[in-house]
């Protein structure tokens, strides 16, 4: 089990999930040419500038990613940026241990899920996140750690 240091002000965990694992190649024009890695170590860099550990997580496995969230509630995580990907419309299992851990999160997509096929417009998260961002590429999760920053600093 890993938890936060002495003198920390917490975690973020950043929740990724299916094939994003394949961003900056996976289809461009859409999830733009940005890698999963280059993504983390720019929010783990805000996260250390404001002496918050970020630690992300990416699974192409359901379990995997229900797992982590549970795993989460005893390791000093105090917020969640999840981008479910394609479990968003479909897992019922992440959203019932996102709410089985009570962690405020935020709901996040590189695509506006909204202009895309019909599908891909029902979300299992929105309704229990803190709020949602998508359609603003990797800058989303940029925009919800920030909120996570100010919400971890005001607690």
Do not use: W
């Amino acid at each position: 089990m890993r938890r936060t240091r002495k003198n920390s002000k917490g975690a973020i965990l950043v929740l990724h999930g299916p094939n994003l694992n394949l961003l900056g190649t996976r289809e461009p024009k859409i999830y733009g040419r940005e890698t999963l890695a280059e993504i983390n170590a720019r929010l783990q860099a805000a996260g250390r500038r404001q002496g918050v550990e970020v630690r992300c997580f990416q699974s192409n496995a359901e379990g995997g990613l229900v797992d982590r969230v549970q795993a989460a509630r005893t390791e000093g995580v105090h917020f969640i940026v999840a981008n479910p990907a394609a479990y968003t419309h479909t897992s019922v299992a992440l959203r019932d241990a996102l709410s089985a851990v009570s962690i405020p999160f935020i709901e996040v997509h590189l695509s506006n899920i909204h202009a895309r096929e019909a599908f891909r417009r029902h979300s299992y998260f929105s309704d229990i996140a803190l709020g949602t961002i998508c359609g603003l590429g990797s800058r989303g999760y940029d925009l919800a750690l920030g909120i996570a920053l100010e919400r971890i600093a005001g607690r």
